[in-house]
C-alpha cells in the first residue's frame, strides 16, 4: 500500500475560523511533510517531521500548526488565515534511512479557499 | 539558496514521438533527485528517483539521467501518449537530505 490520504478534499473558510488538515499514511514511513502549492507553481515545503519530531520549518506563519500525534497521522491547524493562504495544501511522507530520504509519496491534497 | 529550472515551461508534441525534458539545479551539493508528474488539481505521482551516485535510471517508457557535477537532469519520455499528458516536475533533495527543491516544471501535452 503506497498510499497517502489527505481529508477534507476541498475546504472552504472564513478568516476567523479555526480548520484542521488531516493526512494518514500506514506504509511505516518516518517522515511526513507539509507542502504549498500555488496555481500554476510548484510546491512549497512547509514543514518537515522526522521521526515525530518537526524538524524542518520554512519559516511559516503561525497561524499555520503542525502537529504529528504519531508515526501515521499529520495535522496541520489553521487559524486566522488569509485570503492568499487560499491554495492546494499536499501532505506526503517517506522512508527516513542513514539520515537520508527516500522516494516521497504525495497524497491527493486538499484544496483550501480562504474568503 | 538552491535553485531548480525546467525547460522548456511547456510543450506540446504529437502521439508516439520521443522527448527530452531537461531539469537543472544550482547548487550540486544534492543527496538525489526525483521526477514527478502532476494531473491538473491533483497530487504528485512519483515517477524515478535517482541516487547522488547513480547516473540513470528507468521505469517503463521513462529514462531519467542525472548529471550531478553540471547540476542537469534529464527525463527522456520514449513514445509519448495522450496520457502521458501532465505536468512533469523535477525535485532535489538538500539540506540534509530530507528537504525537497522543485523545480518550475513542464507542462507536457501530448496530441492525437
Known amino acids: 500500500d503506497t498510499e497517502v490520504t489527505q481529508t477534507p478534499k476541498h475546504l472552504v473558510m472564513g478568516m476567523t475560523n479555526k480548520k484542521s488538515l488531516k493526512c494518514e499514511q500506514h506504509m511505516g514511513h518516518r517522515a511526513m511533510y507539509w507542502y504549498k502549492q500555488k496555481a500554476k507553481k510548484p510546491p512549497e515545503l512547509m514543514f518537515v517531521?522526522?521521526?515525530?519530531?518537526?524538524?524542518i520549518n520554512e519559516s511559516v506563519p503561525s497561524r499555520f500548526s503542525p502537529e504529528c500525534p504519531n508515526s501515521s497521522l499529520l495535522n496541520l491547524h489553521l487559524h486566522a488565515l488569509q485570503p492568499e493562504d487560499s491554495a492546494l495544501y499536499l501532505c506526503?511522507?517517506?522512508?527516513?534511512?542513514?539520515?537520508?530520504?527516500?522516494?516521497?509519496?504525495f497524497g491527493p491534497g486538499t484544496r483550501l479557499t480562504v474568503l | 539558496k538552491q535553485e531548480v529550472t525546467q525547460i522548456p515551461a511547456a510543450l506540446s508534441v504529437p502521439e508516439g514521438e520521443n522527448l527530452v525534458l531537461n531539469c537543472s539545479f544550482t547548487?550540486?551539493?544534492?543527496?538525489?533527485l526525483q521526477w514527478f508528474r502532476q494531473d491538473p488539481g491533483k497530487g504528485l505521482t512519483s515517477l524515478l528517483l535517482?541516487?547522488?551516485?547513480?547516473r540513470e535510471q528507468t521505469s517503463g517508457r521513462l529514462n531519467a539521467s542525472l548529471d550531478k557535477s553540471s547540476g542537469r537532469s534529464t527525463l527522456y519520455i520514449a513514445a509519448s501518449q495522450p496520457g502521458d499528458s501532465a505536468t512533469y516536475l523535477c525535485?532535489?533533495?538538500?539540506?540534509?537530505?530530507?528537504?525537497?527543491?522543485f523545480g518550475t516544471g513542464t507542462q507536457l501535452k501530448v496530441e492525437l
Open positions: 517531521y522526522s521521526y515525530e519530531k518537526l524538524s
Open positions: 535517482i541516487q547522488s551516485s547513480q
Open positions: 506526503a511522507s517517506s522512508q527516513v534511512n542513514m539520515g537520508l530520504t527516500d522516494t516521497q509519496y
Open positions: 547548487d550540486s551539493a544534492i543527496y538525489n
Open positions: 525535485a532535489v533533495y538538500t539540506g540534509g537530505g530530507n528537504k525537497l527543491t
